[in-house]
């Protein structure tokens, strides 16, 4: 990971200021909206309130934060084996929230492999994270162990992506709301052989700089027919694929936007760019 340096006065760039863990959630993170989706989804598939919730691959941990923050009542375990990552997020999300979530939630230093207890009514493993799992055997494994980690009715959320510009080489660049700059994401390699693809994430600032890689990731891109067979064989009873509404865009007839709301599909048309939920029960 690397800033460029731009300014000739010998001040830090905006790019050397920043924070890379900061502009991550802003750029990539919506808790709220995730919270929403899974309170709404295993309320019509339980008939109940989910409570308790596991966040596989936490990082910050700003899910969990936000999801005891949702209801007094909810617990919320996060695992990670980063523990520079884990230390930040207890200095920046869960020390400022102490006073409202108290002791409602739990972080383990671990390989999301080796934590099964307590059981809960949701494991969640977004914004891609268990892709870092190469091969069938790897992933099946993680998806046995998240299932020993929930209660009866229990249900593992995941996230994917997809799209024909999946397998091209590109860099999308986003503007971001919260501060004044822009996120980029590259797809670096693809390889069809194996699948294997290298994305990184990019900061661009109005001054010229730039947090160069500032996030990498090593992946196989899974598609969802592999995703719902594996889930399958370690013995999930049902596994859901919820897409994506998108409509036209009002100033371009041309482009599809999403809406932010996800539905329940077996069968859609392929776009160039799409991401799903997948949802798998116990």
Same mark, same amino acid.
């Given at each position: ?79 990670? %084996?980063?523990?520079?990552?884990? +230390?930040?997020? $207890? @200095?920046?999300?869960?020390?400022? !929230?102490? *006073?409202?979530? /108290? ?24 914004? %891609?994270?268990?892709?870092?799992? +190469?091969?069938? $055997? @790897?992933?099946?494994?993680?998806? !046995?162990? *998240?299932?020993? /980690? ?85 013995g999930y009873s049902k596994v859901r694929v919820y897409w994506e509404e998108f409509e036209e ?34």
């Amino acid at each position: 990971m690397g800033a460029n340096t731009m300014n000739s006065d010998n001040n830090p760039t905006q790019a050397e200021s920043a924070d890379r863990h900061e502009m991550y959630q802003f750029a990539v993170q919506a808790p709220d909206t995730e919270v929403e989706f899974f309170e709404e989804t295993y309320k019509k598939l339980r008939g109940k309130n989910p409570l308790s919730m596991k966040e596989d691959f936490c990082g910050t941990a700003l899910l969990s934060v936000e999801w005891c923050k949702s209801d007094p009542e909810r617990t919320a375990v996060g695992v990670d %084996f980063c523990p520079d990552t884990l +230390k930040w997020g $207890e @200095e920046h999300n869960i020390k400022p !929230a102490n *006073a409202e979530i /108290g002791n409602r939630l739990q972080i383990i230093e671990a390989d999301v492999r080796e934590v099964v207890e307590p059981k809960v009514d949701i494991t969640c493993a977004l914004n %891609f994270s268990f892709c870092i799992f +190469k091969t069938r $055997e @790897e992933l099946r494994g993680y998806f !046995a162990k *998240a299932l020993d /980690g929930l209660k009866d009715d229990g249900m593992l959320i995941l996230d994917m992506f997809g799209g024909t510009e999946c397998l091209d080489e590109l860099e999308e660049e986003t503007e971001m709301d919260e501060v004044d700059a822009s996120y980029l994401w590259e797809h670096d390699k693809f390889n069809p052989i194996n699948n294997d693809i290298l994305c990184h994430i990019h900061f661009e600032f109005p001054d010229g700089s730039r947090m160069d890689k500032a996030f990498s990731y090593d992946w196989r891109l899974w598609s969802l027919q592999e995703l719902r067979e594996l889930l399958e064989e370690a013995g999930y009873s049902k596994v859901r694929v919820y897409w994506e509404e998108f409509e036209e865009d009002d100033d371009d007839d041309d482009f599809m936007e999403g809406t932010g709301e996800f539905y329940e599909a077996t069968e859609v048309e392929n776009q160039e760019s799409w991401q799903v939920y997948i949802v798998a029960e116990k």
